[in-house]
């Protein structure tokens, strides 16, 4: 976000460097007026910021004012993956080891509900005698100004959203709205979705009119940088949204070789087409990215998991917050949620657990425990049955839903081993089921995966009672796609 602030704000540091090394053989005398050549560098640099952003502004206009042009809305296929309906179990003649029958069963969890008040950390509060209006947003309490009503438009065409455009530029009011979106983004630290998130719910308390709370969603979003079309209908109006990675969405256009996804806001039917400008924002303007390295910094509210397995019983926290906000993500890439991290508090209740039963154990023992605790420990439901349709989890989805199936187990056994082992492990997407490859120091017997001339091991967490190596038979002779881990 803020793409082009950030490299002023770059040049100020740059600016900042070069005065302290010079000063350093200078006298106090000398260094005394350095506060005063750096506060005349940065009102020069945001001078500069607000002329950039006046003149893009200026020339977008322009492109608004030309045709726009109506599209139809195109569909994706949706891949939807045979699953089976019982979690398989390995045959007891293929086990290594005598298992007890009772060890095959998974063990229902227990889930306790734990809401610990924490404290709020200080935020930068406007004026208290200005008027003010507060939102949540997963557990922060945010306050923003408000701005004068604005009537309902009976007709939404360009001219509509033009007029909004102009209206934003000479409203003081949205236009600190707008910074203290960014303000609280920063603070948090959201990543572009998360950012756009925010900027959606905080313009439903500004704006009564879902219209209008979507074209101030578009205006702050493009003027930070991303690359967020807006669209009209039917007299509505609509986001179109680039990412970085597929999305689920309610339909989506081609525009000089970009998609863009139709954001389905809840109440909104999907029109059949739209009208939009073909023409880009002037200013740097690149994809939402979806990717989260790290995760928020919500407030908590606890949620305390149980499992058990095979005599073991762990307790894992979780941030229902961060739960709540992570469904908001709609990504249809296997490659994105294997590629994000456990959180923190998860990992630390793993850690206190995990740690003290895998001493002393060689790698693929590691491996097989991680196994047990997925395969024992974790019910079995699809997608279609539990939520109505196909949903990718997170590693904290894993461990919070009362179910999982193929490729959540997959993504949180990767990370799992990644973590205790230090093993490099591969996702493996099969037609109708979703595996991990791992390539041990020290190759072991079973059934393995040819990738870039090394030997990845199957370790499939579906197949209850599976160890290391073993893979089911439907899948033999299957050749899946490889999904790299790079996190």
């Keep these: 976000m803020l793409h082009f602030r950030s490299a002023l704000v770059a040049k100020i540091f740059m600016m900042v460097t070069i005065f302290t090394i010079d000063g350093l053989s200078q006298n106090t005398d000398s260094l005394a007026g350095f506060d005063s050549i750096f506060y005349s560098f940065k009102k020069s640099v945001t001078v500069e910021f607000d002329r950039f952003q006046t003149q893009n502004d200026s ?67 406007l004026d208290i005698n200005a008027a003010r209006s507060f939102f949540e947003f997963f557990g922060e309490i945010n306050d923003l100004p408000v701005t004068a009503a604005n009537p309902e438009s009976p007709v939404i065409d360009n001219n509509t959203i033009i007029t909004f455009y102009k209206s934003y530029l000479s409203d003081t009011t949205l236009r600190i709205i707008s910074d203290r979106l960014k303000i609280i983004a920063d603070d948090i630290k959201l990543n572009d979705f998360g950012f756009f998130i925010l900027t959606l719910k905080a313009s439903r308390v500004v704006f009564r009119e879902i219209n209008k709370s979507l074209l101030f969603t578009w205006v702050n979003l493009i003027r930070n940088g991303l690359d967020v079309r807006i669209g009209y209908a039917q007299n509505k109006v609509y986001l179109l949204l680039a990412c970085d990675y597929p999305v689920r969405n309610a339909g989506y256009v081609f525009i000089s070789g970009v998609k863009y996804n139709l954001y389905r806001f809840p109440g909104q039917e999907p029109p059949s087409g739209l009208s939009t400008y073909p023409y880009s924002w002037p200013g740097i303007s690149t994809p939402i990215k979806m990717a989260i390295r790290k995760f928020p910094e919500f407030r908590t509210k606890r949620i305390i998991k149980v499992y058990s397995w095979d005599n073991n019983k762990i307790s894992i926290n979780l941030n229902k917050f961060l739960i709540d906000y992570l469904n908001e993500f709609s990504v249809t890439s296997l490659k994105f949620y294997f590629n994000t991290p456990v959180s923190g508090a998860a990992l630390t209740s793993l850690d206190n657990t995990l740690l003290p039963l895998l001493k002393g154990k060689s790698e693929v023992q590691r491996v097989n425990l991680l196994l047990s605790f997925i395969q024992e420990s974790f019910p079995y439901k699809d997608d279609m049955e539990q939520f109505g349709h196909e949903k990718y989890m997170f590693c904290d989805e894993a461990l919070y839903y009362p179910f999982t199936d193929c490729e959540d187990r997959a993504i949180l056994l990767a990370q799992l081993i990644k973590r205790y082992t230090g093993s490099e492990v591969i996702g493996l997407e099969y037609p109708n089921h979703v595996s991990v490859g791992v390539k041990f120091t020290i190759p072991i017997k079973g059934d393995p995966i040819q990738y870039k001339n090394s030997k990845y091991f199957i370790c499939d967490p579906t197949y209850m009672g599976a160890q290391a190596g073993m893979e089911m038979k439907e899948m033999k002779g299957v050749k899946p796609e490889v999904i790299l881990i790079d996190n």
Excluded at 82 to 88: A, E
């Design 59 to 125: 020339i977008f206009l322009e492109f608004l004012h030309k045709n726009w042009i109506e599209y139809q809305l195109l569909q994706d296929t949706v891949k939807q993956m045979i699953k089976p309906k019982v979690q398989p179990r390995i045959a007891q003649n293929l086990l290594d080891e005598k298992t007890p029958p009772d060890k095959l069963k998974g063990t229902q969890d227990k889930q306790m509900h734990v809401l610990f008040k924490d404290t709020v950390s200080e935020k930068k509060l």
